[in-house]
């Protein structure tokens, strides 16, 4: 079987976990030739980018989708938590797209494939996969909703727009979808958590259609268990300290919720003699300048090694997100032996057992949250927490374990026994 997946970059979140996939079903299938397409990056191996003319299609077409929602967009929001697909490559005729006897789609806005596009992809009869990384297959435009239900009818008097109303744009580009999704019986959706399945199965958009709920894989090989005490060396950290990690890659996203994050800790700072911060990313001087407790920022880190280090160099990792499908750095965290402490919210509590492997906090509860932290921090026997924590990733998202289910989704879509 032929696999082609499309994703707009190989950066960013959903694009970690296609190229974990491919990575996974080549390692752990013979069955499967993995090839991907971007939109701008490749590596020389499987991961492919547009040349010549689409190319420069879709540069121009990044631009385009940009400069044609600004008319519309609500300024109070971040410019691309809302996507038109307006514009984009036509790569139908793509050699790629021709050999493939799959396309799955993971990640595709930003200029890379409109909803045209995905259209004449549908019309050459192939089987479509579409990956839930996010809200947008089933919305009429945004990739998180926050507490809007106008998904589960037909859109329209959308909060993302400035001026909201019964036929605005998300109206459109939600009955764009619904013509597609109707037209066509070879596509398949794959909801990445039992949250997306769901909402999923709720919306309007997709109540209807095949719904497959598959996890995201990890390579329990790279993230996992090493010795806590000379990674705490290598960082100038005490082995005596309690240890927390927070990745603050878009810490001024509302939706990351990072202001909730600094409500908790600032309840912990009577522990501020042995609890310390890590904290990766950027945009995080609010923490730095406005908590007594000792933080440690690295910064941006890219290298996967590095970033095993500092999972296994903390103590709890803290996710306090509003909104999240599967977020990669649970999965990270919990791989490498890292109990977890996050909201009840999106997939974070199929992620982390409650008690069991972390802490699941009542939803944007900032005492809880701070609760849960000590809870872990404190408990009796941390070392169980730990082998929980790795235990449920080796039974539920390891590379093996996910490639099987991917290769049998596969070949059911192709009607191969």
């Keep these: 079987m032929k696999v082609l997946m499309l994703c707009s970059s190989k950066s960013g979140g959903a694009a970690t976990a296609a190229i974990r996939l491919g990575n996974a079903l080549q390692l752990h299938s013979n069955k499967v030739t993995i090839d991907m397409l971007t939109r701008k990056d490749e590596d020389g191996k499987w991961i492919h980018s547009l040349q010549g003319f689409q190319k420069q299609k879709s540069e121009a077409s990044f631009w385009a989708e940009a400069l044609a929602f600004e008319p519309f967009r609500n300024k109070k929001n971040k410019r691309f938590s809302f996507s038109t697909a307006q514009f984009g490559v036509d790569i139908s005729t793509h050699p790629l797209v021709q050999a493939a006897d799959i396309i799955h789609i993971h990640w595709i806005n930003q200029g890379f494939l409109s909803l045209g596009a995905i259209e004449k992809l549908a019309k050459l009869g192939k ?8 809200m947008w297959s089933f919305t009429g435009g945004c990739h998180y909703t926050s507490t809007c239900t106008n998904y589960l009818q037909s859109c329209g008097n959308c909060f993302w727009l400035k001026s909201p109303k019964p036929n605005d744009i998300s109206n459109k580009i939600w009955k764009k979808k619904q013509h597609i999704y109707t037209q066509y019986n070879n596509l398949h959706f794959i909801p990445l958590s039992q949250w997306m399945e769901r909402c999923a199965k709720q919306s309007s958009l997709l109540q209807n259609q095949p719904l497959h709920q598959i996890g995201n894989p990890i390579d329990s090989s790279i993230f996992q268990p090493l010795e806590k005490p000379t990674l705490r060396q290598k960082l100038g950290i005490g082995a005596d300290k309690k240890l927390l990690l927070f990745v603050a890659m878009n810490a001024n996203d509302t939706r990351k919720g990072f202001a909730l994050l600094v409500d908790s800790i600032r309840q912990l700072e009577h522990k501020k003699d042995t609890y310390e911060i890590l904290v990766i990313g950027k945009n995080s001087t609010e923490m730095s300048q406005s908590l007594a407790l000792s933080i440690h920022p690295l910064g941006m880190i890219r290298d996967t090694q590095k970033m095993v280090e500092i999972y296994n160099a903390a103590d709890v990792f803290i996710i306090p997100s509003l909104e999240d499908n599967l977020p990669n750095t649970v999965v990270e965290s919990l791989a490498c032996g890292t109990p977890c402490v996050g909201f009840d919210t999106g997939g974070i509590p199929e992620m982390i057992d409650h008690q069991k492997n972390g802490y699941v906090a009542k939803f944007k509860d900032t005492t809880d949250l701070a609760k849960g932290i000590d809870w872990v921090l404190q408990h009796s026997d941390y070392t169980t927490l730990e082998a929980n924590a790795r235990q449920k990733v080796m039974t539920t998202y ?16 192709l009607n191969i026994n």
């Design 127 to 134: 089987p479509i996969l579409f990956s839930l990384h996010d």
């Design 398 to 413: 390891d590379a093996p374990v996910i490639a099987k289910k991917y290769v049998n989704l596969y070949k059911k879509c």
